[in-house]
């Protein structure tokens, strides 16, 4: 009977909120009430509680612009807001990635911010940070949450190595990193140096390939996207393709694992360092065992020093929204640079805005956040920020691609054909 009772309430709930979204926030009997609904993607308990203490503020103190809470979710959030525009069913509010905003803001389903978000929060962001969310001069999103890729590494391990430990300031080079993983590991036994977490494996080479002069992606005069794989581009594939077939410094198994997939081994002595997302220190702080020594050190810089490219968690309006401005509105209050804090303390990520990254909460030694801070001047918009069609080159074509020559199956140049000549086949088909 009391699954029956749930089963029920989930269906009135489905129902709730189909309808809600039918009515595209219209005021409704609410006596000119203007409700929004907010679709957030936080999903770490500390974020979810950021997200809702910062809803319920804003409606404790706007009783004529009430905001619904919905919590969506990161694995499906691209097909369910594709749904949900063509079904005129979107929040009013949505909570996204930088790198899924193409495709919907050439497709007419954002609203252009341009006009309608405040001066101090244009100023409060960096530019770099307004380029990711920028396509065709309009801006279609707020970034706000930015999350570096480091190595977390054993630091006890390190220490008894007596390898010299990279600083922000004095960071590894790849050929330095790759020489320390080769000291570090027993050559392909049952200690490596470096376990690379690369099931999706596209996000993470283009993104440190920008320390390294890698660009991939060329826009020309015409506007046009064509892909080249230059020098730059080579380095980091090349880096981790010889750890794991020539070196035997990184471990070829866990080349189809996502980032937690490798703690455990991390744990327990197996690899040095992990190659992971900045907000990773949060499981390991929560799942490592008692007295276990771990630090942040910076990725490896190339060329271009610690340029590293990132795709930030991005607040954007539905187009079809009928209460633009109160969207606006709420996006403002919900990122005031002590909200922006407690919304990257809540995901142990770093904040965009400049009067965030300076609170003193964000640069305490501990937990290394400070090592975190040091590296966001360095963060770039990802490669392929503002590509349309990337999202299906990155599915057939260079995630197959990438992942065979990690594992070893093809070599360089069908490496480069492939992500070049394929590639390009995909691009010309958004660009007609």
Not at 62 to 85: A, M, N
Not at 120 to 130: F, G, N
Not at 190 to 195: I, P, W
Request: hydrophobic share 40%.
């Amino acid at each position: 009977m009391a699954a029956r009772v749930r089963a029920l309430g989930a269906v009135a709930a489905a129902l709730v909120l189909l309808l809600s979204g039918c009515s595209g926030g219209d005021d409704g009997d609410t006596g000119g009430r203007v409700t929004l609904r907010f679709q957030s993607l936080a999903w770490q308990q500390e974020s979810v509680e950021a997200n809702e203490e910062l809803v319920a503020e804003w409606n404790a103190t706007h009783p004529d612009v009430r905001v619904e809470y919905v919590q969506g979710s990161w694995t499906s959030i691209h097909d369910q807001l594709l749904t949900s525009f063509e079904g005129g069913e979107a929040p009013d509010i949505i909570h996204d990635a930088s790198d899924d905003l193409a495709d919907f803001a050439y497709g007419g389903h954002l609203a252009d911010l341009g006009e309608l978000l405040p001066r101090r929060l244009k100023a409060d962001i960096p530019q770099a940070s307004w380029e990711t969310t920028t396509f065709g001069g309009k801006v279609y999103g707020v970034p706000f949450l930015q999350e570096p890729r480091v190595l977390i590494a054993n630091a006890k391990w390190l220490k008894e190595s007596g390898v010299r430990i990279p600083t922000p300031q004095e960071p590894w080079s790849w050929a330095e990193f790759r020489s320390v993983t080769k000291e570090l590991s027993s050559g392909g036994k049952d200690r490596f140096g470096v376990a690379w977490p690369l099931k999706e494996p596209v996000s993470a080479t283009l993104n440190l390939s920008l320390s390294a002069g890698g660009k991939l992606f060329h826009r020309g005069a015409d506007g046009k996207v064509d892909i080249r794989f230059e020098e730059g581009d080579a380095v980091v594939p090349r880096t981790v393709h010889d750890q794991v077939n020539v070196d035997g410094s990184a471990s070829g198994s866990t080349l189809g694992m996502g980032g937690s997939d490798t703690l455990p081994g991390f744990f327990g002595g197996k690899y040095a360092m992990v190659p992971l997302g900045f907000s990773y220190r949060q499981q390991i702080v929560q799942q490592a065992p008692e007295g276990f020594d771990w630090q942040v050190l910076p990725a490896p810089a190339g060329r271009d020093g610690l340029a590293q490219g990132v795709s930030p968690q991005t607040l954007s309006v539905a187009e079809d929204s009928p209460h633009k401005k109160e969207a606006a509105a709420f996006i403002d209050f919900f990122l005031r640079p002590d909200n922006m804090v407690r919304l990257a303390l809540g995901d142990w990520m770093l904040p965009t805005g400049r009067a965030a990254l300076g609170h003193p909460a964000l640069r305490t030694r501990k937990d290394d956040w400070a090592t975190g801070t040091a590296l966001a001047r360095h963060l770039r918009p990802a490669p392929a920020q503002s590509v349309r069609g990337y999202p299906e080159w990155m599915d057939k074509i260079a995630t197959p691609a990438l992942q065979e020559y990690y594992s070893g199956a093809i070599d360089a140049d069908a490496l480069r054909d492939r992500l070049v000549e394929d590639g390009n086949l995909v691009l010309k088909r958004y660009q007609r």
